[in-house]
């Protein structure tokens, strides 16, 4: 017995002995002079009597004292007995207990795996100190400018904004920001190109975190002329690439070209912003300083005690007009928001992880269902021991208390069965999708998973345990007695074993219309065509250091030409490209005008995505030239520049005309830039499968050259055999470049999926699973309803039914709740599946033919599982059934 529970009883005992020596104590003077009388008046002596009385009262008091010890002590000491009942019952009928404790495991087990996921993306804090006060300041645009472009309303900060709000604000401190950047870490063992950010000297003291090792990044770092050399550390990094060297705090460490000492070393488990290793000073300086046209910077703050996020969201909407109408014709339209910095990060995700916790809530609710549908049967089954142990005395409220003891020891069962699925479970989905969850190494099975998990178990024995234990109590004695085993369940007690199959229909319903959605959308995504040939196409990423390749330097350009050329000397390679960011993979994007056309309002600026390009890369990819031609090797750095547009840019602004030889001028990146139209392009899947394309602008590379860049490789055979040579053809023209990633274009296309194949493959096993249940459940519904009707059948057939008229009554009975269910069913999942609709592509929540493929399928459930108790039904024995009872 757990030791709170026998604390409980004993002060309960406590306190009802204090109350009664209370009582007893004032009458046993009383009670003492009373029996002495009475045994003086038997003749004895004064003396005798006295003795006498005291010898029946200590009688009387050790009497008290037993009942007293019963009264505090019966409650645990029947609950045991009922536990150990409980588990004698259960090894009688272990093929029973094994199936509920495998179905309520199933349901206890999908619920605790997606709180897990719950858990630990929405509910568990931040891992920062200051996590109840930070924020995230974001600036926000109206939906027709070109930052609104991808269907967004927020970006990114600029500099000129950031440096006057953290001049300007009084309820915020710590007023940080970062600039997500990669690192190419040089030096002893292989070149490796790391995942970090660029930071302002607030940076860590807005996040709360201190270093293990070192100092962090300060004020004296992130100031032109400063210590601005000087790196931060993870506790990964340091692990993997240096050993976790002690004494790595002063090294010099050879960065993006340039010698850097390390400053410190962060705590396990910091990697903010998600997955960075490595930190450096933001050291804004030169133009962007005061720049308010590029988006860069991401903005943190701490909420200043005292104060509340509405009073920052209200100081940061003042301050953000204030800005916007002293430079309108820069940023105009521009609001600054205030969100929390954990709902910045989740928020993304959340609507989606609803659909699947409404799913594991209906499975639990259908297993739930088809436990309590086999308990009523067994409650059945044991209508004469319950009759019979009221005749002996037990009171109806101990069997009630019985059989809900019963069912908790089985809902422990399953509670155990659903842990283990749990933890299953989260190693599934971690092996499914790594990458595409924020905060998802955070997802594991701890204090409380395992108290939710308890939680439900409880709630689930009350659910499925409630309606068996008060049949069983109401039991007729008289018709139970007199008739055999079972046989006394009438129409009532069918009644409500049809109608736990009727929600166990419906809920069925609801998880397989979900479930058909999201695999017909599934399926039209992997119809789109994405504009270009993935098939053996191989990718390298590359970024080059702006210390060694400044920003538009030619050299960087020479360097991977060079490369391309290696490259394309590697056997089996049949060509090569270079592009500055990857279709699917999103990318940036600028303002233009078009000239000779009246200039638009200033907060209308049309957007357009770009890319630098060189010559091959539309061979290579396997891009269409639709009108004009491709760029070629005389379109270089000194040449008149050129620009190649896509299908969808061509159409929106020429519907009706040639775009050839327009000169369209990008506006976001330096000074502006103006080009001429010469070819236009199939158009390419940007952001995505399910993305609109927009616009889209390519510019010859050596024109517009970039630090981020992608090689493109496309082979003959077997693309993942080329990553060594290709490597090896890189490394030959530099050998400190490091790869960040390499990856053919078939599994970027892959993990642009994830999160999709990651839903439709949960609800895909909750719907499997409900089909399961509904099955079971309307088989043990029609299976029962024959076992107890057989007399009624004999009798029917004995009267001159067909054996035919015997299968068609039973198959209508499994069909007419099967019907209800569906019904039901579909009425719920017209309203439920309207929460999916962010999650569907290219098909209506209301898909007609999604329900009705749903319906016709549980129509066949409902017949295939009524069919063999009804072909037993109608081979009955007339004379075997009148026997029977």
Known sequence: MHPLWTLGWRIRGWVSRQRVDAEFSEELGEHLEMLTAENQRRGMTAEEARRAAKVRLGGMMQLRETNRELQGWSAAETFLQDVRYALRTLRRNAGLAAVCALTLGLGIGASAAIFSVVNGVLLRPLPYPNHERLVRIEERHPASNGLGAAGLDFANATYGNFNDLARAATTIENVAAFREW????????????????LVSGDFFAALGSRPIAGRMIGAEDDVPGGNNNVVVLSYALWQRRFGGDPGIVGKTLRINAEE?????????????????????????????????????????ADVKAGQTLANTQNEMAALGERIEKQYASEDPGMELATVSLKKSLVAPVQPALVMPMVAVGLLLLMACANLANLLLARSAAREKEFSLRTVLGAARMRLVRQLLTESLVLATLGAAVGLAVATWSVRLVAALNSQDLPRFGEISVDWRVLGFTLAVACVSALLFGLAPAVSGAKADLNVSLKEGAGSAMGSGRRGASGALVVPQFALAVVLLVGAGLLANSFVRLLRVNPGFHPNGVLTAQLFFSPTEYAEGDTRGALALQQMLEKVRSVPGVRGAGL??????????????????????????????????????????????ILVGREFTEGDGAQAKRVMVINETMAREFWPNQSPLGQRVTMKDWGPPLTGEIVGVVGDVKTNGLDAAVGPMIYWPYFQFPQLFNTIVVRSDGETTRLVPEVKAAIWAVSKNQPISRMETMEEILSESLARRRLYLILLGVFAGAALLLAAVGIYGMVSYSVSQRTREMGIRVAMGAERADVLRMILGQGAKTALMGVALGTVAALGLTRLMASLLFGVRATDPLTFAAVVILLGAVALGGSWAPARRAMRVDPMVALRHE
């Open 182 to 197: 990669s690192f190419n870490l040089t030096g002893d063992g292989e070149p490796e190109q790391v995942q970090g950010a």
């Open 260 to 300: 850097c000492r390390v400053a410190g070393v962060m705590p396990r488990g910091f990697d903010y912003p998600e997955k960075s290793e490595l930190w450096s000073p933001l050291v804004p300086g030169g133009e962007f300083r005061n720049n308010r046209r590029a988006h860069l910077l991401t903005i943190l």
């Open 579 to 624: 592009v500055t960011a990857l279709p699917i993979s999103g990318g940036a994007s600028t303002d233009f005008v078009v000239e000779g056309r009246p200039a638009p309002r200033a907060d209308d600026e049309p957007s357009a995505d770009i890319r630098s390009v060189d010559p091959a890369y539309f061979r290579t990819m396997g891009i269409p």
